[in-house]
């Protein structure tokens, strides 16, 4: 009989390789703040590198979740001294902080609630090319006739001096923030693009209401990502409707992976949010609408070309 070839076994087609990670990482990152939807872009890419195949799909749909912790540290590290703040509140000492917390927390319950009930059904029927590529081109649409209405194109512009900071945010408008939050469920869509501007529809001034989408991340952000990894974790074994065994998110893609890309976040998100502030004072909105619209087509011309096939 002939001799079987020698060296090294070929690579589970289930594993996610470490090059593989730190891209998911890095896009995850950059756009997690940025209000051009990271879960648009995370679906997209690993559509691209080859890591949506069904055995995979939940898979890396919760890594796609989970790796966000990375950008939890980010705004942890960056906004350690707010974070601080609020902490003194919670312990009577800080009253501003008090108020920023309270708020904080009104802003994080309607999503919080709403998740939970509708998360399956997300999963199941969202998180494919139509859903997405809508969100990103009504999103676009949307932003930029935000741009407009502040600058008078629709009505008198609110005079510079007229809006506020994060500290003169009171619950109700904190509500308003947290409502429009829950619109981001739907994929492509953008958790930071709908608090931002939820923040400037209260009357933030745009690096307020980017300042109050990072700090809203925390929670918001941290609980998802909590509830994801204990839904995955938890489903491990349970066999399905054909008999198939399902496999935890660590044990189809690799811990190694989870936690690069964990890592790469971080870093590229650090680095995004430093950015992002300076850049809505001098530019505003409208760049990142006009990306998303771009994107949007680009996407839809890929799928009906057959260069990329998704889900």
């Known amino acids: 009989p002939p001799t079987p070839p020698h060296g090294p076994p070929s690579e589970s087609p289930s ?22 939807s990271s879960t648009g872009h995370l679906i997209l890419v690993a559509a691209l590198l080859g890591l949506d195949s069904p055995e995979r799909k939940s898979a890396v749909d919760a890594f ?23 902490i003194r509140g919670l312990l009577g000492r800080d009253a501003a902080g008090a108020r920023l917390a309270v708020n904080l927390v009104v802003a994080f319950l309607p999503a919080a609630g709403v998740g939970v009930l509708i998360d399956d059904i997300i999963e199941a029927h969202l998180f494919y090319p139509g859903p997405v590529i809508t969100a990103l081109v009504v ?36 509500l308003v923030i947290g409502l429009m939050q829950c619109v981001a469920m739907w994929p492509g869509t953008s958790r930071s693009m709908m608090t931002i501007t939820g923040g400037m529809v209260a009357g933030l001034r745009p690096a307020a209401a980017a300042e109050f989408s990072f700090l809203l991340g925390l929670p918001t952000l941290g609980a998802a990502c909590l509830y ?40 590229s998100a650090a680095l995004a949010v430093t950015w992002l502030v300076g850049f809505l004072n001098r530019h505003g909105l409208s760049p990142f609408g006009w990306y998303r619209i771009v994107l949007g087509v680009v996407l839809l011309g890929l799928i009906a070309g057959g260069t990329l096939v998704w889900g």
Do not use: C
């Open 139 to 174: 999103g676009g649409l949307y932003m930029i006739g935000l741009d407009q209405w502040r600058q008078g194109r629709f009505s008198m512009p609110r005079p510079r001096s007229a809006e506020l900071e994060i500290e003169d945010l009171t619950p109700r408008q904190a």
């Open 15 to 36: 594993d996610m390789t470490l090059l593989q990670a730190i891209i998911l990482g890095i896009v995850e990152g950059v756009t997690e703040y940025l209000p051009i």
């Open 64 to 86: 796609n979740i989970v790796v966000q912790g990375g950008a939890i540290l980010a705004v942890l590290g960056l906004y350690r001294a707010r974070v601080a703040q609020m």
């Open 228 to 267: 994801k990894l204990a839904k995955d974790l938890a489903r491990a074994g349970e066999v399905g409707p054909n008999g198939e065994v399902h496999r935890s998110m660590f044990e189809l893609l690799g811990a190694a992976p989870v936690v690069l890309g964990l890592v790469t976040a971080t870093v």
